[in-house]
């Protein structure tokens, strides 16, 4: 498992990093739209749709993801500010109070939601790769480092539990640890992004300072984690260990990204 997991890695940023760095925008937009597809399914599929309609969901997000390109991407700053309430007041609620999201006004409400979540996720990555591919890479990074910490220190040090009846492997301590990571990564490589390309690190100092940086790295941290469990109460309320099975060792795409959706818009609305 180990094994194929580290190959897909492996293959993932083979793939993401050209993307990035060669890809030009309006070519990087259309393949981040078909990326943002196979989540969709898999969103609808968490919510029980039944049969093909899995498949209609994909396809009307992408057909929602053409629209907007094509008008120019219009009101991105209000789609971010929709995205961002759901993470920071729909989200915890569900998560306070678990109820079942796969049936009844619930999963209307979370197809709906759905599509504005990943609307602003493709304009939030739109606009980060457009201020440069170092910032857009440090942004992946923060949620990358907050969950490497999370699991290892989590591992090692791991006594009280995060959030037990929807995902018993994550604690306090683990979160703790992936927020210590990305600020001590932060604070280590502060000086060597002056001068270079922006990067969020060197943009949060330059315009909040040293405190406002940490508490604004400490934000997003904390929303990865809202984002990894809402997922996972998704996946346990619809009996599923995975999104689904399209990333040999890691599950699907969804669970891939699933910190990444609060994240991005949260991240780009400090930048707006």
């Known amino acids: 498992m180990l094994k194929t997991r580290v190959i897909t890695a492996i ?15 309006s070519s990087f937009g259309i393949l981040i739209s078909i990326m943002l597809v196979f989540p969709a399914w898999e969103w609808a599929r968490l919510l029980k749709l039944p049969g093909v309609w899995p498949f209609f969901y994909a396809a009307l997000t992408g057909i929602i993801l ?3 390109i094509l008008a120019g991407a219009p009101r991105g700053d209000m789609v971010l500010k929709a995205a961002s309430i759901f993470w920071i007041i729909i989200a915890p609620f569900v998560l306070f109070y678990k109820p079942i999201l ?3 006004w619930w999963r209307t409400f979370l197809l709906a939601s759905g599509l504005v979540l990943f609307v602003a996720c493709w304009y939030a990555i739109s606009v980060a790769r457009a201020i440069g591919f170092l910032f857009i890479l440090s942004l992946f990074l923060i949620v990358w480092l907050a969950d490497i910490g999370a699991y290892f220190i989590g591992k090692r ?30 604070a280590l490589t502060l000086g060597m992004h002056r001068g270079l390309l922006p990067t969020v690190t060197s943009m949060l ?11 604004a790295l400490s ?32 599950g699907g795409v969804l669970d891939r990204v699933d910190a990444l959706l609060p994240v991005l818009p949260l991240a780009m609305l400090f930048f707006s």
Request: hydrophobic share 55%.
């Open 102 to 104: 796969s049936s009844g």
């Open 11 to 25: 293959i993932l940023l083979a793939v993401l990093l050209p993307m990035m760095l060669f890809a030009s925008l």
């Open 66 to 68: 053409t629209i907007y």
């Open 205 to 215: 100092f330059g315009h909040i300072g040293i405190i406002g940086e940490i508490l």
């Open 157 to 186: 040090f791991g006594r009280h539990k995060l959030a037990p009846i929807i995902s018993p492997s994550k604690t306090w301590e683990g979160a703790v640890g992936g927020c210590a990571l990305v600020i001590i990564v932060a």
């Open 219 to 250: 934000v997003l941290v904390v929303f990865s984690i809202v984002g990894d469990l809402f997922e996972s109460l998704l996946k346990r309320q619809a009996g599923l260990k995975d999104s689904s099975q399209l990333l040999p060792g890691h």
